[in-house]
């Protein structure tokens, strides 16, 4: 198997995990196998131990449980372009000024501004 077609997915990675699970190997053979198929792109042992325990535990579903909070959607192109244009008119302009000009939280602000 060549080194680009073993970049797997989390996801994909997962589903390897509850296979080998279901067929009777320990984590740590699975962390093995995983390794000498995937090399470095194989997760971690910790990770094969938690996934192991979860579906262990009854836990059916590969994908990642939904997380609380707003998603990032403050850097788009669009913002980036406004916050260059606000910094190339002004270039004393201060954070809490972009972030009121843009109607962005000064938190959220702050990753769009490292982004340019």
Known sequence: M???????????HRAVIK???KKGKTPKKIFEDMVSVLQESAPSYT????????FQQGRE???DDPRSGRPVTVVTEENVRKVEKL?????RIKLWQIAEELQI???ELEKLYTSI
Not at 3 to 11: C, M, V, W
Not at 47 to 54: G, N
Not at 87 to 91: G, I
């Open 47 to 54: 990770m094969v131990k938690k996934w192991a325990r979860l």
């Open 19 to 21: 296979y080998f699970l």
């Open 105 to 107: 939280v000064k938190n």
């Open 87 to 91: 910094v190339l008119a002004d270039r």
């Open 61 to 63: 579903s590969c994908e």
């Open 2 to 12: 060549s080194a680009e077609s073993s970049n797997l997915s989390n996801i994909e």
